[in-house]
Each structure stands twice: as C-alpha cells, then as structure tokens.
C-alpha cells in the first residue's frame, strides 16, 4: 500500500539550528585538531567550545521566542490549545516525525548547553594544575611507560576532549527530541560512544582510568544490545518506529501484548542503565571515580538530562497510554534506587564515590515525579506545575550542585594530586573557610535543604508526585530523602569537625584559575538564586508547555 | 465557635515587619562575609540587632493593641515564591496575636542572652562566629513564627534547626559536641519529613499552605486526611521540641555553650512544636485521635522528662530533662483543644523566661567554678555567688509553682483543663509536678546548700555585670510574668482560636484543685529535702542506687532503643547492600571501594571479575523487570 518513493523529509533548520551549531562546532574542532600548531591548539578548542555553545544558545533563545509566534503546523496541532510555543518537524510524513522539537525539548536543550558549558568551562582549568589539564598527556601510551612520562614532560595536552564532549553532546540533543524508536537508539549510541573514551583520559591513576572507560564501553555495549532487542520487539508490536504510531497501536491493536510489555521492558532497561538507576547502576562508581574529574561532572549531569528527557517523551507520548502499567514498576525502581544509593553511599570512604551513590540516589529522585504522570493528558489543569516541569527544574538544581561539588573535589589536592579519600578532607573547611562553605551549600542542596535549589527541586518533585496520586511513593522518597540527609552531613563533619590523623596525606585546596573560579560562581549563585526566586525559571518553563502529541494519535 | 480571622492589608509600622528578619539575617551575614576584620565589634553589632527588631516589633505590638481584635491580623506579602496556575506560595509575613507573642519572646529574650553571651564568650577565640550564628538562628527562628503559611514555616523550621546543629557543634574540638550536633540534626530530620507530608496534603487538597487558607478548608476535610495530617503534625512536632519518641536529641544538645541551650534548647526553638500544634488548630479541631495523640505525648513526656531530671548530677542536663517535661506541659495543654490554646502558649511564655533564667544561671555557675557542671562538685554556693543564687531561686519557685511567682499560674491552668477534658491525664500532670518540684529541689539543695564539695583549685565567684544584669532581668519576668498575663491573655489570644480564660485577675481563684496541686508541690519539696538537704551528698556519684535512677541516668535509655533498633539494622543493612552491590572487591578492604594501592596486574584482575558480576546484576535487572511485568498482568 506504501509507494516505494522516499520522500524528502521536511525540516524546519532554523528549529534545528541550536542542535545544527553544536554538531557544527564538534566537527570543526575535529579539523582544528587536524591543522593547527600545538601550542595554539588547546586555547583554540576551548574557545571554539565555548563560542560554540554559547551560540547554540543564543540560538535556542531565538527560536524560543519566534516558535510561539511563527504558529505550529496545522497538522501538528495538539488537542488541548493550552500548549502554546510548540513547534513540530516531521519527516516522511505528517503522521509520523522523527525527531519533535517542542517546548520541553526546547528547556531540556537549554539545560543540556548551559550545564555542558559550565563543564567545558571546568575542563579549561589549568592554573590549579601548575599549567596541565586534568587529562592525560597521551592516552595511547601504556600507562606507566617511558613514552608516557616523555609526553608530559613535553608539556603535551590533549585537546580532542572538547570535540568528543560536543559530539556527545549532540548525540544527547537529539536523544531528547527523538520521537522515533530508531532516532533514539542512534542517539544513545552518539552520545555514549564519545564518553567512553572521555572516561579513560584521566591524567593520573591511568589505569583506573582506561578500566573504567572499558567498564563502561562493555556494560553500555551490553546496555544498547538490550535496547535494541526492546526497540525491535516494539517495532513488531506497532509495525513502525514513530511514537505515535506506538500509541496509535496502542489505542486500536488487539494482542500482541507479550510484544509489547517485553519491547516496553528492554526499552526501559537501555534508558535507565544511562541515568544509573538500580539495578543497572553498577558502572556508576567505577567510571565516575575513575574518569577525570570534569569529564565526571559533565557526564553525571548532563547524561542523566539527556536519558530523563527521553524516558519523559518514550513514557508519557509513546506509552502514555500503558500508564497503569509502567507507573508502580518505575516506582518500585524509583524506591530501590533512592534507597540503595543513600545507603551505600553512608559506608563509602571516596568523596568521589560518595558522590556517585549520591548521583545514582538522586536518579531515583527524579523518577518520582516521572511516575507520578501529572501532565494535561492526565488531567492537570493548564498552568500548573506537573511533573514535566518538576523533573526539569530539579534537574536543574541537582546539575548546579553536582558540577559545583565536582570542581571543588578537583581543587583539593596533595601533591599535586587529586585526594578523594574522605578522611583525608578532615578539617579541610576550617583551614579554607571560602572553598568549605560553598562545598556545604553544594552538599545542601543536593540534601534538598531550604535555602538552596535542591529544596525546591525535591519538593515540587514530590508535590508533583502527590499529585499524581502517588502519595505512597512521594512519601516513601521523603523518607529515602531523610537517610540521603546523612550522607552529606557526614562530608560537612568530616569537613568542619574531625582533625585529620597525622599519618594522613593532608589534602589542601590549591588556589584555583579563573576558569575553576567562573564555573564555582555560577554554581553558586544558581543554586541560592533559585531557592529564593524560583518563580521566573519556573514561569519561563511551564510557558513551555508539555509534550507535544500531534492529531492522530 | 473556631473564629478565624481574615488578615488585612499591612499599613504603617506592619509595612516595615520584614525589617524584624532582615536586620538579624544582614549581621549574621556581615558577620560571616567579613570575617576576621569585625572580630573586634562583630558581637555588639551582633547584640543590636536582636534589640533594633525588638523595639520594631513593641511598636508592632503597641498598633495591634490599638485595633479592634476582630481586625488583629496583618498580612504584609513580600513577593511570589513560586506561582503556578490556581496555587500559589507567597512569601509573606502574618502578625496576629499568637506570632507577636512569639517575636517578643524571641527577640526580647533573645536580646538578654546576647548580652550575657558577649561576658560568657568573652574568652572564646572564635566569638565572633558564636555570635553570628546567634543572629542567624534569631533570624530563622522569626521566619518560622512570622510565616503566613506552612512552606514559608518550614524554610524557617530548618533554618533553625541548621542554626542549632552549628551551636551546639561550636566547640567541634570536643567530639562529643560535633556527635550531639549530628544526632541533633538527623533526628530533626525524622520530625521534618512529617511536616512535608503536612504540607503535601495541605496543597493536594487545599491547593494553598496558607494558614488562612487551611483554617477555612479544614471542615472540609475528611476525617482519615484529617487524622493524617494531625499525626504529621504532631511528628514534626515531636522532632522539633524533643518529645517521646524524639526525645533523645536534646540531652546531648547540652554540648553546645550554655547561653545556646538557654536560648534555643530551652526558651524559643523547642517550643516551635507547640507553636506548630496551637497554629494548626482547625486541623486537630476535626481529628480528636490526633488530638489525643498530643495529649498523649505531651503528658508522657512530662513524666518522662521529669524522671531523667530526678538522676542526672550534670546541672544542664538536669534543665535539660526539665525543659523536656515542661514542653510537655505545653504540648498536654495544646492537645486539650481550644480550651488549653491559651494555657499552653501561657505556659510557653512564661516557661520562656524562668527557664532562660535558669540555664544562664547555671552557666553563671559554670562560669564561677571553671566550667564544671557536675553538681556533685557543687554546694554552698549561695555564699559565693549572691546574685546568681537569688535569681535562681526565683526561676525555681516559678518552675515548682510556688504562689504568685509566674509558674503558679500557667501550671496550674493546665492542670486544671486537663482534669476537665480527661481526669487520668490530668493526675498525671498532677504528679508531674510533685515530680518536678522533688527534682528542682535536689538541684537547688545541691547546688547551692550544704557543704562546700568544691574541686581543688576552684574558687568561685560571681559573675561579672554583663552576665549578672540579664540574669536580674529574667529573674523579674519569673517573678511577675504571670501574674501581669494571667487576666489578660486568653482574651488576647481568643482571635485566633483560644477560649478565654475566666480567670480575669491576678488574684487566683480559690479552688480544691489549686490547694491539692499546692500540697503536691508541697510534698514534693518535703521530699527532696528529705533526702537531699538533711546530710551531706557525696562528691562522687554512687553506684549501688535503684533501678529507677539507673534508667534515669540513661535517659530511659532512648539511645539504645535507637542505637538497636534503627541505627545498627540501618549500619548492617548498608554494609550487606553495599558488599553486594561491590561483589569482587578484595575482602580485606572490608567492601569499602576500590583498591588503590593494588598493583596493576592485581586491580586488573579484580576488575575482570566486576564486570562480570556487573552483567550478572544487569541481567538480573531485567528479569525483574519482565517478572514484574508478567505479575502486573496476572493481577
């Protein structure tokens, strides 16, 4: 019945173009690496990165304002005329788009760039380093080998850390705008291919390093392989790739369930080994204590964005209509992960491990309000802040924090090395008062404690949920976030309280550069701003709109 | 019968409300930013501030005594929090009569002890800090009071329990101080999660946490949502002013400086509990097992915290195990309903001074004996110490309820109420103070009586003017605390829920229960006398004592119960979770995390076996997940 002809996708490039200037930077530093002399090369990439994002931004904001007046597509017009700015692209046909950009893909790319230059930001520091990066001289060399000592007494760097952070960068872009099985898994793969070799470029501890990044290469290998199989059993269940076909079948088919429940399952299983959800955690502590420092704070935040959005849209456009069924599984594994990351994280003896149970915790978090479904499909008045925008704003607020903990772990050092063992941080903040107290603000937040965006990032998380009808699980996470509470309060003692033992390396904090000082200021005072006046991000994000789900389905 | 008011519009001196928080709030901050260069004037800047917010709000006071009590409710909006469609959460500010109350008391008693603090500290290096934190809790603590609705509530609710976590961590030098510190904030945190889910309920069903907003919705409300946020309501309460079961907190607090647990451990943050239950009165209006749930914990705690007052030999923790019991008091009086509204808050007042009264006093000891607090090493020091021991004495005849004196009257209220609403409680409210008035005279006969057990090298002396003239100045509140209150205010509090007394005059009334109560003080002092004044104590605690004050020594042993039943399951439970979860690692490293000084060829090989094991688990996930999706369709 389908004409054997390939139409030509329609696409609206100026929409595209914050996700097009990413890409674009990526590939241009690629040839910067090619041409220019070394000296000039790391400068270069930094600047071409952060012009780069800015761009996208710039860009992204463009958009913003002139997709709400420019009208959608009639095709695309939603059934509730309480969206608003929302924009559609399609390829093939009207019926079936590949990639959506809509308001909330629109928010997550601002997140997405604005924490992704932070953390480029935090990879050009230098000066704290006495002049070298936080990546290894050369990654090819054995570690420990003669040539490898060579190349950092030459005073080699690498820079291709900045167009393999673009390149992931983008892959995560159009990993939140895929509305299309196939475009999904692409992206998956776009983004995690660039992140496994970050992993392994850390400049000390190399073999650590190179492990953690084979680590994550093979789980993640295994990890797609499942989403695959999950994204063929779904395309037999719904005879195409298209989210909205999926919920087209879902409405109409009659059978095939054991398709679909076992295509929803592995689909599932792919997105939340990304976010480091239980029990597809296991990774996470490796590879974020064993990449280097920056490459861990872009990847701990800006993954978790990236593989969030995507549950958001495969969960609430393409599934919505299996809510009852997926709802309590996401909560059962909300629960296990908020309660197996607060937990293990109480015996960890890394700060950078602690950290990243902290992170693992905080994926169940943002689960919560996930599962709590409160969008207009649902039944939520327009206006009001449902779960889209909860997991938005508290993304937000765990990246400011997150990044913000991350630069002052790369700041304490003894000789001239990263310590990340808790017990030599004792008495760390009452020797450096400045550094101390913001670590605590960070530390705060992340506990979700007033006077710092993680308070107001938890409790519309779980109002959001409560909402939703899940008052069981919103109350359970209060708890959960309660033992969370110990974690951070353990690092603040270990900070202001103990006296370190005399056989201990003390760890000092060295005096960061510029670069470490931005990245600390903007962290800083949006992790406070937003606590007390959240209403104007909050605004710009409901304004937003939710999911757009075109006519058809 | 529950009137609520309808707040109005702020004008005149209620415009300038923000400044009682802003001014505190900016010198804590001054303080904290400029660091070392306000080391030498840091502490009076620190001392004006508590004071320029108390003149502020007399005047506040002075204009609300002047309007019609129909009208006794100001409202002044700051801005909008966060809005979203139908609800909204404004930060404003509520003055009404129950919150001027409680700013007066903060800032008034709030001002006295940062005056004693700038003698008490006057030898610590880091005063500054000490005093920076001061103003930051006097800040908190006026948010949580001066908030119109329940979120605004909370901000300040944990702002002052981060405040009291930094006080009595202050000389993290001493590890038992950092320890009390954490126990302090953790258990807090248990308290907190109740309010949360008060104010979750609150905004799914009222869509606003407003108080105006909750008053006029809560007839609406079922009576399992109902019950529900009473009890949550009543946890956070117990966390926040160390009732049964989160009682255990507070005695460790006693870590912190003296001037600390007279200000945050025994006259205002303590309380916020009762404030939180009195607030919420339309709520617990339509759940009476809520209600009875306060009484309950209220009375329980009384007779507890009295009894651990009867066997600790450290002073503090002696006021401390007091302060506990007298929240009870308040808290038995709050879950009588709006007949006892009026008594508790009373009680809180004067509570609020006698008590202030008697921990700088004993810090005034502990400052004249060299920072001892073991009563044992005590005696004979009214000799020693004049002022000290005559201001002391009037906290302790307000606590034991000797005639006129301030205790008297709000003791006796509750006493009374609680007969009328269930006469089992109200017996043992009745004992209670024959308990407390046993207890109050060990300590006075301990302290100051008897024979002179001072330590070698000790001298005591008085205290200097800076830390005496406070203490003048709250003995006078102890004393005529309750009889200025008595007549005045259950008509004064009557707009925001409370019955008014018929007691209408400072002349009490005569009736059977007064007289009884009066003998079982009576009694009480007879008892502690008995055994405590007529032969000398010894100067070393003795070992063969009964059962029941070994239970009291500890602390009915509520560190056990937690130790045993929460921590260690919790310790075990994350050691066995995290050893699973890092199945491979070196048994030697004891599951703690990766091997750093291993070999390469050693980690190599270990990290072979975690990705395995990894898969493994992976694998396991997804079987899960399919049997969790078989089971969602077989049911």
């Not at chain 1, 941080?425 to 007033?450: E, H, Y």
């Not at chain 1, 974690?487 to 000092?508: G, K, L, S």
């Not at chain 2, 229960?513 to 006398?529: I, Q, S």
Request: aromatic share 10%; with cysteine.
């Amino acid at each position: 019945m389908m004409p054997m002809e390939f139409t030509a996708p329609t696409l609206d490039y100026l929409l595209l173009l914050p996700f097009l200037i990413v890409l674009g930077a990526a590939c241009l530093g690629i040839l910067l690496e090619a041409f220019l002399p070394r000296r000039v090369r790391f400068v270069a990439q930094a600047g071409l990165s952060i012009l780069g994002l800015l761009a996208g931004l710039v860009a992204l904001i463009w958009r913003w304002g002139s997709a709400g007046r420019g009208g959608a597509d009639p095709t695309a017009g939603s059934a509730s005329g309480a969206v608003s700015g929302d924009a559609y692209w399609s390829a093939q046909d009207g019926a079936s788009a590949t990639l959506m950009i809509d308001g909330p893909v629109q928010v997550l790319w601002a997140i997405l760039f604005g924490c992704a230059l932070i953390a480029v930001v935090f990879y050009a520091e230098r000066h704290s380093h006495g002049g070298a990066t936080a990546f290894t001289p050369m990654a090819a060399a054995i570690p420990g080998s003669n040539r490898e000592a060579q190349a950092a007494q030459a005073g080699l760097i690498h820079s291709e850390v900045f167009p393999l952070t673009l390149f992931s960068l983008s892959g995560m872009a159009l990993l939140v705008a895929a509305n299309d099985l196939l475009v999904m898994f692409v992206a998956v793969e776009i983004l995690s291919l660039p992140l496994y070799v970050m992993s392994g470029l850390a400049r000390h501890r190399r073999l650590a390093s190179q492990e953690a990044a084979l680590k994550y290469f093979l789980l993640g290998a295994a990890a797609s392989a499942i989403l695959l199989f999950g994204v063929a059993l779904l395309f037999g269940y719904a005879g195409g790739f298209g989210y909205e076909k999926l919920a087209f079948a879902l409405s109409f088919r009659t059978g095939g369930e054991s398709l679909l429940l076992a295509g929803m399952g592995l689909v599932a299983v792919g997105l939340l080994f990304k976010i480091g959800a239980v029990p597809f955690q296991s990774w996470v502590p490796d590879v974020y204590q064993g990449a280097p420092t920056p490459v861990t704070a872009f990847m701990s935040v800006c993954t978790k964005v990236a593989a969030v959005g995507a549950l958001l849209r495969l969960f609430y456009v393409g599934l919505g209509g299996l809510r009852w069924t997926w709802q309590p599984i996401l909560a059962g594994i909300a629960i296990l992960t908020i309660v197996v990351g607060a937990i293990v994280a109480i015996n960890q003896s890394d700060v950078k491990r602690v950290l990243a149970y902290s992170s693992i915790a905080h994926a169940g978090f943002v689960l919560v309000p996930l599962v709590g479904a409160l969008t207009i499909q649902s039944g939520l008045p327009a206006g009001q802040i449902g779960s889209v925008v909860a997991v938005e704003f508290y993304l937000v607020a765990y990246g400011l924090a997150t990044i913000g903990c991350f630069t002052i772990i790369s700041l304490v050092r003894a000789q001239g090395r990263e310590v990340t063992k808790l017990s030599a941080w004792a008495g760390l903040g009452r020797r450096n008062p400045v550094i101390g107290v913001t670590m605590v603000i960070f530390l705060l937040s992340l506990a979700g404690i007033p006077l710092t965006a993680g308070f107001i990032g938890k409790f519309l998380a779980f109002a959001a949920a409560w909402r939703g009808g899940y008052q069981w699980l919103a109350l359970v996470a209060i708890l959960g976030s309660v033992i969370a509470v110990y974690i951070y309060v353990r690092v603040i003692q270990v900070m202001f309280f103990q006296t370190p033992a005399d056989d201990e390396d003390r760890a000092e904090v060295v005096q960061p550069g510029m670069p470490a000082l931005i990245v600390l200021a903007l962290c800083l005072i949006g992790t406070l701003g937003l606590f007390f006046v959240p209403g104007p991000l909050l605004d710009v994000f409901q304004a937003a709109g939710s999911f757009l789900i075109p006519s058809g389905s | 019968m529950l009137e609520t008011l309808t707040p109005i519009a702020a004008t005149g001196i209620f415009q300038y409300a923000w400044l009682i928080i802003a001014i505190p709030a900016v010198v804590a901050a001054l303080l904290l930013i400029l660091g070392r260069v306000t080391n030498g004037f840091g502490h009076w800047i620190a001392t004006l501030a508590p004071i320029a917010s108390f003149v502020i709000a007399l005047v506040a006071f002075v204009q609300l005594l002047g309007l019609p009590s129909q009208s006794r409710a100001v409202v002044d909006p700051l801005y909008t929090w966060f809005a979203s469609g139908t609800w909204q959460i404004d930060v404003a500010l509520l003055i009404d009569p129950l919150s001027i109350l409680f700013v007066l008391l903060i800032t008034g008693v709030g001002s006295i002890i940062h005056i004693y603090s700038i003698g008490y500290m006057a030898d610590d290096p880091n005063r500054r800090r000490f005093f920076a934190y001061l103003n930051l809790f006097i800040a908190a603590m006026l948010i949580l009071v001066l908030a119109d609705n329940y979120l605004v509530l909370f901000v300040g609710w944990e702002g002052v329990g981060l405040a009291s976590y930094l006080l009595i961590s202050f000389w993290a030098e001493r590890p038992s101080a950092a320890a009390a510190g954490k126990k302090a904030f953790v258990m807090n945190r248990v308290g907190d999660l109740g309010l949360l889910a008060a104010v979750f309920t609150m905004l799914a069903m009222f869509g606003s946490s407003s108080f105006a907003a909750v008053d006029a919705g809560a007839s609406q409300l079922s009576l399992g949502w109902a019950t529900f946020v009473g009890f949550m309501l009543l946890l956070a309460a117990c966390g926040k002013s160390a009732q049964v079961p989160l009682q255990a907190w507070l005695l460790d607090a006693m870590e912190g400086p003296t001037p600390v647990s007279a200000l945050i451990h025994a006259a205002t943050m303590v309380t916020a509990g009762v404030y939180l239950v009195v607030r919420s009165g339309a709520i617990f209006e339509h759940t009476p097992a809520a209600q009875l749930g306060v009484a309950i914990v209220g009375t329980v705690t009384l007779l507890v915290g009295a009894w651990i007052g009867c066997s600790k030999d450290d002073i503090k923790k002696v006021l401390a195990g007091s302060t506990m019991s007298q929240i009870g008091y308040m808290m038995l009086a709050a879950g009588i309903g709006p007949a006892g509204y009026a008594f508790a808050i009373f009680h809180l007042l004067t509570h609020g001074f006698f008590k202030a009264n008697m921990f700088l006093g004993a810090g005034s000891v502990m400052h004249g004996t060299g920072d001892d607090v073991n009563m044992r090493h005590f005696g004979a020091l009214r000799k020693a110490m004049p002022i000290t021991f005559v201001t002391f004495g009037i906290g302790y005849l307000a606590i034991i309820g000797f005639p006129f004196f301030s205790g008297f009257y709000s003791k006796d209220h509750i006493i009374e109420a609680a007969f009328h609403a269930q006469p089992a409680l109200g017996v043992l409210a009745l004992i209670g103070a024959g308990v407390t008035a046993f207890y109050m005279t060990r300590l006075m006969l301990m302290t100051f009586f008897g024979d002179a057990r001072w330590v070698k090298g000790v001298h005591p002396h008085e205290s200097p003017a800076v830390m005496w003239v406070p203490l003048v100045l709250l003995a006078i509140g102890s004393f005529i605390g309750g009889m200025v209150l008595n007549g005045w205010i259950g008509a004064w509090l009557a707009p925001i829920g409370a019955e008014a007394g018929e007691h209408a005059s400072w002349l009490p009334e005569i009736t059977w229960l007064g007289v009884v109560t009066l003998l079982v003080v009576a009694a009480g002092v007879a008892l502690g006398w008995f055994v405590f004044g007529r032969r000398p104590v010894p100067a070393v605690a003795p070992d063969k004592v009964s059962i029941i004050t070994t239970i009291g020594r500890h602390d009915l042993y509520g560190d056990q119960i937690i130790d045993h039943g929460v921590v260690q399951p919790g310790l075990a439970l994350g050691r066995g979770v995290a050893l699973a979860d890092e199945l491979g690692v070196d048994p030697a490293t004891d599951g703690l995390g990766w091997v750093v000084q291993a070999t390469g060829n050693q980690v190599r090989r270990l990290q072979n076996g975690y990705v395995r094991t990894y898969g493994v688990t992976m694998a396991i996930g997804v079987v899960l997940i399919g049997l969790a999706l078989v089971v969602s369709r077989l049911v």
